[in-house]
């Protein structure tokens, strides 16, 4: 008789990941997340409620099938189903120490091979793009104020779309120079320096925040912290308003990330060495920064400046030695 899903997954979460491993909280959400859907299809698929699947039910097939579905039916990008898998195939390493008797099964879904996808090059916004997105946001307004802030300090800085909504006003560092403590992907501390006007701006809303008592950044209208889909909104509403003075901006899918990649490609340009770019967005890495070099023209432009041309001549070299010349002739 096949073993009972529920009592593993609840291991799974409540102390595999939390205890054993120690992930961020932001790991346990994104598994949370995986499950929810896949016992939402297998609910659907099978007409079992969720508590009385057998891992058995979790067969490679029902899985291959799940991930089938979430590129068909959820229109999923390769690397969401790529994501999903990751955290399927974590607990059924789980599963091989909890039930050795399922071993065929967690055999089978182990094999499951991560599909590959066509690399693109990361898109970024040039310096007159972000400027008219930093201009967009009605200042004369308390709402306005905010949102060329987060804007601001999130080009200033590279971060995250998690750690911009997480962001807490101890976190900006008011000394000679202001500075922005980020507790970024996979329990990384980052500290960023922050230009002299993004610290006038910031000390200026955080003064004005001081009768809201609340810790938060950037919060809502009620005090929260904005939810990821806020803070795109904010984004999305601000860009609607940059078209007008930047037409090149309709071309483009700006998304959080894109004003990181931004961020990043404009360290580039400016000269900035690669290993400090690393450190400044958090990348466990240097490799992952390489990205923003493949993406740069100008800077392939200037190492083909390097380059003789083709039709200039090359003098052979000739041995002046007759042992030389031997040897040469080998």
Same mark, same amino acid.
């Given at each position: 008789?096949?073993?009972?899903?529920a #009592?593993?997954?609840?291991?799974?979460?409540t102390?595999?990941?939390?205890?054993?491993?120690?992930?961020?909280?932001?790991t346990?959400?994104?598994?949370?997340?995986?499950?929810? *859907?896949?016992?939402?299809f297998?609910?659907? /698929?099978t007409?079992?409620?969720?508590?009385?699947?057998? +891992?058995?039910?979790?067969?490679?097939?029902?899985?291959?099938?799940?991930?089938?579905?979430?590129?068909?039916?959820?229109?999923?990008? !390769?690397?969401?189903?790529?994501?999903?898998? =990751?955290?399927?195939?974590?607990?059924?390493?789980?599963?091989? *120490?909890?039930?050795?008797?399922?071993?065929?099964?967690?055999?089978? +879904?182990?094999?499951? #091979?991560?599909?590959? =996808?066509?690399?693109?090059?990361?898109?970024?916004?040039?310096?007159?793009?972000?400027g008219?997105?930093?201009?967009?946001?009605?200042?004369?307004? &308390?709402i306005?104020?905010?949102?060329?802030?987060?804007?601001?300090?999130?080009?200033?800085?590279?971060?995250?779309?998690t750690?911009?909504?997480?962001?807490r006003?101890?976190?900006?560092?008011f000394d000679?120079?202001?500075?922005?403590?980020?507790?970024? /992907?996979?329990?990384?501390?980052r500290?960023?320096?922050?230009? !002299?006007?993004t610290g006038?701006?910031?000390?200026? &809303?955080?003064?004005?925040?001081e009768?809201?008592?609340?810790?938060?950044?950037?919060?809502?209208?009620r005090?929260?912290?904005?939810?990821s889909?806020?803070l795109?909104? !904010?984004l999305?509403?601000?860009?609607?308003h940059?078209?007008?003075a930047? #037409?090149?901006?309709?071309? /483009?899918?700006?998304t959080?990330?894109?004003?990181?990649?931004?961020?990043?490609?404009?360290?580039?340009?400016?000269?900035?060495?690669?290993?400090?770019?690393a450190? &400044?967005?958090?990348?466990?890495?240097?490799?992952?920064?390489?990205?923003? +070099?493949?993406?740069?023209?100008?800077?392939?432009?200037?190492?083909?400046e390097? !380059?003789a041309p083709?039709?200039?001549?090359?003098?052979r070299?000739k041995?002046?030695?007759?042992?030389?010349?031997?040897?040469?002739?080998?």
């Amino acid at each position: 008789m096949s073993t009972l899903l529920a #009592p593993i997954l609840q291991y799974f979460f409540t102390e595999h990941l939390t205890s054993h491993k120690q992930v961020s909280p932001r790991t346990i959400v994104a598994y949370r997340d995986s499950f929810r *859907l896949l016992l939402q299809f297998l609910k659907k /698929k099978t007409g079992k409620q969720p508590s009385t699947l057998c +891992v058995d039910d979790l067969d490679a097939s029902a899985i291959l099938d799940f991930l089938e579905h979430l590129e068909e039916q959820r229109d999923n990008q !390769i690397c969401s189903r790529n994501a999903r898998l =990751t955290a399927i195939r974590s607990f059924f390493h789980v599963v091989a *120490l909890r039930d050795p008797a399922s071993v065929g099964v967690v055999n089978r +879904v182990l094999a499951i #091979p991560r599909k590959r =996808t066509d690399k693109r090059l990361v898109g970024y916004l040039t310096r007159e793009e972000i400027g008219a997105v930093l201009a967009a946001p009605d200042q004369s307004t &308390w709402i306005g104020r905010r949102d060329y802030a987060l804007l601001l300090t999130m080009y200033n800085s590279g971060a995250r779309l998690t750690e911009m909504t997480c962001m807490r006003r101890g976190q900006v560092k008011f000394d000679s120079t202001t500075c922005l403590e980020l507790h970024g /992907k996979g329990r990384k501390e980052r500290v960023i320096p922050l230009w !002299i006007k993004t610290g006038r701006v910031l000390r200026n &809303w955080f003064r004005e925040l001081e009768p809201k008592a609340t810790e938060v950044a950037f919060p809502s209208v009620r005090g929260t912290p904005l939810s990821s889909d806020g803070l795109d909104y !904010i984004l999305q509403q601000a860009v609607k308003h940059a078209t007008e003075a930047c #037409p090149s901006l309709l071309t /483009k899918r700006v998304t959080p990330h894109l004003i990181r990649h931004t961020s990043a490609m404009h360290l580039l340009q400016a000269g900035v060495d690669m290993a400090v770019i690393a450190l &400044w967005l958090g990348h466990e890495s240097i490799e992952t920064t390489h990205i923003y +070099v493949e993406a740069d023209l100008a800077i392939k432009e200037k190492a083909l400046e390097r !380059i003789a041309p083709a039709n200039c001549s090359v003098r052979r070299f000739k041995a002046d030695d007759t042992l030389l010349a031997f040897l040469a002739s080998l």
